[in-house]
């Protein structure tokens, strides 16, 4: 059993039509309850929720200090390589894009890790588009245990690798790995990538479960918002978060919520979502799940970003170059996205204190794990 055979019995349609048909009964049904499942999920993310937004905009405030106090978890995207084996629509690093590529040497990666220390992070996550001979294992046997000595809690968003690999690289000091979907459904996500492994739905669908079978830590799953529908792919992803806690109960999870942004050959989103709700989502994946850890990147802008950490959010990235190199020689033209939040690590940090919570630099201690 994997999620892939479980979703193969859901149909996206059915799914769609029935978080549209939600009325505010149901909402307010979902709201007033102590423990919340799918359906409720289902309606705290439709439309007729949308005129409850303060009150679940409360509650999830209100559930996230019970469970994470006053506290966001800073990290920072290291990009390790802008090679790429793929052909997506929607990313600068596409195969197809006619672009400078670059892979960082193990002296270049020292000075990165440097630069990144200068501004105080200890977690890091380690980005490479997925080109899986040059940018593969052999690559990150050597890379992990280098970056490893630098910091305490070291994540990777690479390509989706065997579960055998994962228990390697959790042995070199690997404590998170990301890896979003990018669409559940399967005739939109044909649409978007078009050459390489990447092609393969089924497989990447069930890399949470390869993972948490290699006993990761922590895995952050989530759409790319505007491919499809946002309402039914953030349905997808909570199932898929309800499955892997049911199954695996050792790991712990995170959902990123990113959309689409400007980049080299970019597609138009075919779903908007706007500001408002972005954070309708936020507070319905807390009320769904109280332990999930929500993660906002530098896509959003420091208003957005600023306004809505107190409903949910744990955790944040700050300062991010998405080009490797990008901290210790800036070459933008590398870069995979435009961030949108490009304010410092310690102006960022400084708006967080303002609102009231404490930064954690360190997400994990080693020594913990003993
Ligand atoms: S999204 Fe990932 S796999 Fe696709 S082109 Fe970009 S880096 Fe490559």
Redesign the pocket.
């Known amino acids: 059993m994997s999620f892939s055979t479980y979703w193969e019995t859901q149909d996206w349609d059915d799914i769609r039509l029935s978080i549209g048909a939600k009325t505010e009964a149901d909402v307010l049904r979902a709201l007033a309850k102590p423990k919340r499942d799918l359906e409720d999920f289902k309606a705290l993310i439709s439309p007729a929720a949308d005129a409850h937004l303060e009150n679940m905009a409360q509650q999830a405030a209100a559930l996230t200090r019970r469970r994470f106090g006053y506290t966001v978890n800073f990290y920072v995207p290291l990009y390790l390589s802008n090679l ?1 084996a ?3 629509t ?2 600068g ?3 197809e894009n006619r672009i400078k590529r670059r892979t960082l040497s193990a002296d270049e990666i020292e000075r990165e890790c440097h630069a990144i220390k200068g501004m105080n992070f200890d977690s890091i996550l380690l980005v490479t ?2 080109h899986q001979t040059k940018v593969g294992m052999a690559y990150f046997r050597e890379a992990l245990p280098a970056i490893k000595r630098h910091f305490s809690y070291l994540a990777m968003e690479v ?1 989706p690798l065997e579960e055998a690999e994962y228990a390697e690289l959790k042995g070199l000091g690997l404590d998170a790995v990301m890896v979003y979907q990018e669409t559940y459904n399967r005739a939109t996500y044909g649409e978007h990538h078009l050459r ?1 492994n ?1 092609t393969d739905f089924a497989y990447r669908l069930d890399t949470a479960d390869r993972l948490a079978r290699a006993g990761i830590d922590k895995i952050g799953i989530g759409a790319l918002i505007g491919l499809d529908d946002w309402r039914t792919d953030s349905f997808f992803v909570a199932s898929h978060l309800d499955y892997l806690e049911r199954t695996y109960w050792r790991s712990r999870y995170s959902i990123s919520f990113p959309r689409l942004r400007p980049c080299e050959g970019a597609v138009q989103p075919k779903s908007v979502m706007n500001d408002r709700q972005l954070v309708q989502l936020i507070c319905a994946y807390r009320l769904l799940n109280q332990e999930v850890e929500l993660s906002l990147s530098t896509r959003e802008s420091p208003a957005f970003r600023d306004k809505v950490l107190p409903l949910g959010i744990t955790t944040m990235s700050a300062a991010s170059k998405t080009q490797p190199g990008g901290y210790a020689d800036d070459e933008p033209e590398l870069e ?1 996205f435009a961030v949108s939040d490009e304010r410092s690590a310690a102006a960022v940090a400084q708006a967080v204190k303002a609102a009231g919570f404490d930064v954690v630099w360190k997400d994990w201690d080693p020594s913990y794990s003993g």
């Open positions: 790429c793929n052909a997506c929607y990313c690093f596409s195969m588009g997925e390509q390489g990447k995979q």
